[in-house]
């Protein structure tokens, strides 16, 4: 079991059984809640109740899937607390992915102003990233996470278990944030991911407490996302667009294969804007394009992609805001990329087949 002390919590990393009994045990609570889907329901439920033991609970089964991260499903929510009188001192468990944690930690943090939760984080993606740095959130009008807020949650406890009940597109999408985080802020481990046959293949932990650790420094020393957090941005400028695009298609891509497109789109921004080596932007996109394939971009789409972008929540006045690298293991944030610089990083992507 590793643990991972942030300033306000806790980070527990490996079988579930082996932390949480006695975490719950040295907690005094009005009533326990379980906020899980209908997936998270059939395959990682067991597994909580194996470790809650005797505890009564309440589950607050609400349906899967970002298109259910809303106001509707929020009401849901509620109406499972207030039904059960839950009050003050009650508490939530997440039990799910990056959906869950973010509206079930939303709608904990903002019930009767304010009960505690834990984030039980069931896929690679929210193990990695949306389960620590506390943005809680739901979308709105399209929007995504734009009604939300930053509350730090009690604990959080990952098991890699979880992870073996998921397809290997699932996992390869969470494993672009791990390759992200290498390359925003440690070069070595840029390395090592290099040299891997294939990613997860001896085991998930000893690739996901790395990432912990570099998104826990940057979370740490910028957690309302003022300056240097933004650096967990690089990828997604173009991710965002490609995957919002992508979503209105039949052929929907998960987030992390659009975050993987818009590293490579980004990779060679920052060359251009930052000079990062070409030997080095040869070698990310080669690495991009052989573990998660080649998907042509239409350039009919362009267009839409440069209106998404200009939309974004992080941007700042008028310009696009890109979070680029030089050297490897370095990240530059608050940059900004010409329109005809971006059409160029997609057409670069589409020449890489
Ligand atoms: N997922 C990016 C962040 O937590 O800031």
């Not at 944030?333 to 990083?345: A, D, G, K, Q």
Request: charged content about 20%; aromatic content about 8%; proline content about 5%.
């Amino acid at each position: 079991m590793d643990a991972i002390q942030l300033k306000d919590y806790t980070i527990y990393l490996g079988p579930l059984q082996e932390s949480l009994p006695g975490f719950l045990k040295q907690l005094s609570y009005s009533g326990l809640f379980v906020i899980a889907d209908d997936n998270t329901q059939e395959h990682c439920l067991p597994r909580l109740e194996d470790a809650l033991g005797h505890s009564n609970f309440t589950l607050i089964r609400i349906p899967p899937g970002e298109a259910h991260k809303n106001l509707d499903t929020c009401r849901q929510i509620w109406s499972g607390l207030m039904d059960r009188r839950a009050g003050r001192g009650a508490l939530a468990l997440n039990l799910g992915g990056g959906v869950i944690g973010d509206m079930g930690g939303f709608c904990a943090a903002t019930f009767k102003r304010g009960i505690r939760f834990v984030q039980i984080p069931t896929t690679l993606l929210s193990q990695v990233d949306a389960s620590i740095g506390g943005k809680l959130g739901i979308d709105f009008l399209q929007a995504k996470n734009c009604i939300g807020l930053f509350q730090n949650p009690l604990a959080v406890f990952i098991d890699p278990a979880f992870l073996e009940t998921l397809p290997w597109r699932e996992l390869r999408s969470g494993y672009a944030e791990i390759v992200k985080h290498s390359l925003i802020a440690d070069a070595a481990q840029w390395e090592r991911l290099r040299k891997l046959r294939r990613p997860g293949e001896e085991g998930w932990e000893a690739l996901i407490a790395p990432s912990l650790h570099i998104k826990k420094q940057i979370v740490e020393a910028d957690p309302f996302e003022k300056g240097q957090r933004k650096a967990l941005n690089f990828g997604h400028t173009v991710g965002h667009a490609v995957e919002g695009v992508a979503l209105e298609t039949d052929a929907p891509l998960l987030h992390g294969e659009a975050v993987a497109i818009g590293m490579a789109c980004e990779t060679f921004l920052s060359g251009r804007e930052l000079g990062l080596p070409e030997k080095d932007v040869e070698q990310i996109t080669r690495y991009i394009i052989e573990h998660y394939g080649h998907h042509p971009l239409d350039p009919g789409d362009f267009d839409a992609y440069l209106r998404l972008m200009g939309n974004d929540k992080k941007n700042e006045g008028q310009q696009i805001n890109f979070s680029l690298i030089n050297p490897v293991g370095q990240a530059a944030v608050n940059r900004h990329c010409t329109p005809e610089l971006i059409i160029e990083s997609l057409e670069f992507y589409n020449s890489l087949s």
